[in-house]
């Protein structure tokens, strides 16, 4: 009661000398999905006088694709955004991965943002999420049109990125084989999550040098262990750098030959990489035989993947991503997947999932 009693009169007396209650705040970034070549839009603040832009490195960008607005907004306000610029060029206003209806008035571009409970970064983010049992896959597609941060300038990091495309499938195929994704599944370690680098730095992510990853996301935030498995000019392997999120540890450098172990949230190893002598990798359960994943041709990995697993035939693994289409191809051998994506966004498009058989039709469960 007394604490209820000295609220209600701090209430009063900041109203007494004109003080404003402070909102409390969130974080979201906008994608301006652009019709042709054109200059960008600007956040109008008159819109909203109690938004704020974020002016950090990388938050905000602007190229050839699209314009990325970063802005602080009230949390859990509906709330109708001004931006000021050529509203003609623009064709989608992305949120996440998400559309947001729009309109224009005039000159401006007038943006219908929802209440938004927590901070909402991805837009900028082009990458394609391939969901399995136990496992996720994110495949970053590297456009040089959209290139930022550390990869703004210089050579374009494609031979490694042509290497991660390659790696990122080759470890699924291991993943697959070995049964890992099952495994963590069915013992609530986790997610397995399987991923290479960015080169627009999304968020700041700058993500640099070229990397690609496979770690076991813990449950409940409480800890991850993560790798970064880093890729030369060559198209070969280099070395591990490991660090532990969520957890007081310092990180460690695994060179070639030294093989790391990735533990669950119980502390028991599941599955093992190091890299070799010749910048190949090895993968496998911890308890077991590994994988040997080596090029299949010349240039490193950039030219697929031989993956061969104890007691199977090896398997060839190329992979192909045609931008302009969003057409992602993986060969195995004589099978080849198509994952057709939104060339803005990087979502999946259907179809993701086999439909259900209709009600009558006997499965087996009774």
């Not at 607005?69 to 206003?93: K, W």
């Not at 080596?294 to 035939?313: D, E, L, N, T, Y």
């Not at 179809?351 to 469960?365: E, I, L």
Request: charged share 20%.
């Amino acid at each position: 009661m007394v604490a209820a009693l000295m609220l209600a009169a701090t209430a009063a007396a900041a109203q007494e000398v004109g003080q404003v209650p402070v909102e409390p705040m969130v974080r979201v970034v906008l994608k301006f999905v652009k019709r042709g070549a054109g200059g960008g839009v600007r956040f109008d603040p008159a819109s909203c006088p109690a938004c704020r832009i974020v002016t950090d490195a990388n938050w905000n960008a602007d190229n050839a694709r699209e314009t990325v607005v970063a802005v602080s907004v009230p949390r859990m306000r509906s709330l109708e955004l001004g931006f000021a610029g050529p509203a003609a060029t623009i064709r989608r206003v992305i949120l996440e991965g998400g559309d947001l209806p729009f309109r224009r008035a005039g000159a401006r571009l007038v943006v219908a943002l929802p209440p938004v409970p927590a901070d909402a970064i991805t837009a900028g983010e082009v990458a394609t999420h391939i969901v399995e049992p136990g496992m996720v896959l994110r495949f970053e597609h590297a456009d040089p049109a959209r290139r930022a941060g550390d990869y703004a300038g210089g050579r374009f990091p494609a031979v490694e990125r042509a290497a991660a495309d390659t790696l990122e499938f080759a470890q699924r195929e291991v993943v697959r084989e070995l049964g890992l994704g099952a495994h963590v599944g069915r013992a609530g370690l986790g997610t397995i999550q399987i991923m290479g680098f960015d080169t627009n730095a999304p968020h700041d992510h700058r993500d640099s040098p070229p990397h690609i990853h496979m770690h076991l996301r813990w449950p409940d935030n409480i800890g991850t262990q993560i790798g970064h498995y880093y890729i030369g000019p060559d198209g070969l392997l280099s070395h591990n750098v490991v660090g532990v999120k969520g957890l007081e540890a310092p990180q460690r450098r695994f060179g070639r030959g030294e093989a790391f172990t990735t533990i669950g949230a119980d502390g028991r190893p599941v599955y093992t990489h190091r890299i070799t002598a010749e910048g190949w990798l090895d993968l496998g359960a911890a308890d077991g035989p590994p994988c040997h994943i080596r090029p299949a041709g010349a240039g490193g990995f950039a030219g697929g993947a031989i993956v061969a697993c104890p007691g199977q035939a090896p398997r060839r693994i190329t992979v192909a991503d045609d931008l302009a289409r969003g057409l992602l191809t993986v060969d195995t051998n004589a099978i080849r997947e198509t994952f057709r994506y939104d060339p803005d966004t990087g979502g999946l498009l259907p179809p993701t999932d086999v439909a259900p058989p209709g009600p009558s039709v006997f499965t087996g469960d009774g």
